[in-house]
């Protein structure tokens, strides 16, 4: 609570945000985050009740999808578009997952998120006197904290999708922080991802550093280069269509395959990735087909639930550039959608003309 008190200097209590401090909202989604945000928002740092969104937990959680992303926290954006506050915070329905947004809708990708944290770690009250030994990032989270682990001189490690992966590295002190693209982020405090926890880290940078949102990532971009990002769901196939899709991309990984070129790059390798666990020595194989540039790019694909509700095929792009800072992201991984449909043939086999779900 100490550590929490320490973020009441830098958020506004007033309706306005006149005092020139953050002024902030929350959206809990209708799930169990929101008696939590309450007591810490509220209670603990001041900000307006008027300002937390959605904070009584309901069954349904009001009729909506209680995910912290653009397309199920539309309200919490078009909020966050109208100026009116400089940080913004959605939880999902357990409230272990975040999403952060700045001043005017300024959307932080949980893998950007994940990498300005490791970078500002020293801004962390958790982190004062402690070591930042090690990051963990799951493999379809982008690289952005790989650059960030290289100036640090220590080891990020590449996991499967799933929390339980870090588990182990955090027991053996390997890592501190990890990270997910589907807006998890978490520290050794606990071995799982933590929404508020993620919140008070992104506020903790903002009063260390005294820039906004999107100042600090906007800097954290001109000195590690950004990784454009994209997340493209089909969803609701059937089984046999996923298992179609997933042979098709896995052929490239043949010896002797033929790469086509991915976008303006050559396409350097493409591999079946599979993990060891550096702790316990358990292996997981054929977690992604796994297509990288010559120039740091990458497209991912990975087979998700093969039940009686059906398989999602999802495609993650990625797209790394130390020059090109501000460009759209969907303009600018065009190339790379249209490689990933040439590659996996999935148009055809799937018959979907676009995806069910881009994030």
């Known amino acids: ?15 306005t945000g006149v005092d020139n401090k953050v002024n902030v909202t929350a959206d809990a989604m209708a799930g169990v985050m929101g008696p939590t945000a309450k007591r810490i928002f509220g209670e603990v740092l001041g900000v307006n009740t008027e300002h937390l969104i959605r904070c009584t937990p309901l069954p349904d959680f009001g009729g909506s999808h209680p995910d912290p992303n653009l397309v199920y926290a539309a309200e919490l954006v078009e909020t966050m578009r109208s100026g009116h506050y400089a940080f913004g915070v959605a939880f999902d329905g357990d409230g272990d997952r975040n999403m952060i947004l700045g001043n005017n809708g300024f959307f932080v990708s949980p893998s950007d998120s994940l990498a300005v944290i490791a970078a500002n770690h020293h801004c962390i009250p958790y982190f004062t006197g402690k070591k930042l030994c090690g990051v963990g990032r799951s493999l379809p989270t982008s690289g952005a904290v790989d650059q960030v682990t290289k100036d640090l001189g220590i080891t990020v490690y590449e996991t499967p999708t799933g929390w339980k992966y870090f588990g182990s590295l955090m027991d053996a002190d390997m890592i501190a922080l990890c990270g997910e693209e589907s807006f998890g982020t978490g520290s050794n405090h606990i071995r799982e991802k933590d929404g508020i926890w993620a919140a008070l880290a992104w506020l903790s940078i903002i009063a260390s550093k005294q820039q906004t949102v999107e100042e600090i990532v906007t800097a954290h971009w001109r000195q590690f280069g950004r990784h454009y990002y994209s997340r493209h769901d089909y969803e609701g196939l059937t089984s046999e269509q996923g298992t179609l899709v ?3 991309v896995k052929s490239y990984t043949c010896p002797g395959s033929t790469l086509p070129d991915m ?3 050559k396409t350097a390798s493409c591999v079946n990735f599979s993990y060891c666990d550096p702790v316990t020595g358990d292996q997981a194989a054929n977690q992604g087909i796994v297509f990288t540039s010559d120039k740091g790019s990458r497209v991912i694909f990975r087979l998700s639930g093969t039940g009686s509700t059906g398989a999602t095929i999802r495609i993650y792009l990625e797209y790394y550039t130390r020059s090109e800072l501000s460009r759209n992201v969907r303009e600018i991984l065009q190339p790379l959608v249209a490689f990933a449909l040439s590659v996996s043939d999935i148009a055809a086999i799937t018959s979907r003309g676009e995806p069910t779900v881009i994030t």
């Open 1 to 15: 609570v100490a550590c929490i008190r320490q973020r009441k200097a830098v958020v506004s209590t007033q309706s």
């Open 246 to 248: 997933m042979n098709q």
């Open 263 to 265: 976008g303006d790059s």
